[in-house]
């Protein structure tokens, strides 16, 4: 698959954490059918994190600097 990174490094990292906290949270204070709904979807974020491509901003349109990386 080709593609290219839409989401700066400062995001990333701010999606890989947050992300994980959620799916933490999710798995043990929500629990249930929700929790696992819950921890998916921020699983995806996770994801969109670590590849560096998020394809909803590419809907939009959303690309990267070529200074700013």
Do not use: H, Q
Not at 18 to 46: T, Y
Not at 48 to 62: D, E, Q, T, Y
């Amino acid at each position: 698959m080709f593609y290219v990174k839409n989401v700066p490094t400062w995001e990333r990292v701010l999606r890989v954490v947050a992300g994980l906290a959620v799916v933490l949270w999710a798995v043990l204070a929500v629990g249930g059918l929700w929790g696992s709904v819950l921890a998916l979807s921020a699983a995806g974020i996770v994801l969109s994190g670590l590849f560096g491509f998020c394809p909803a901003c590419a809907m939009v349109g959303r690309k990267l600097d070529k200074a700013r990386k």
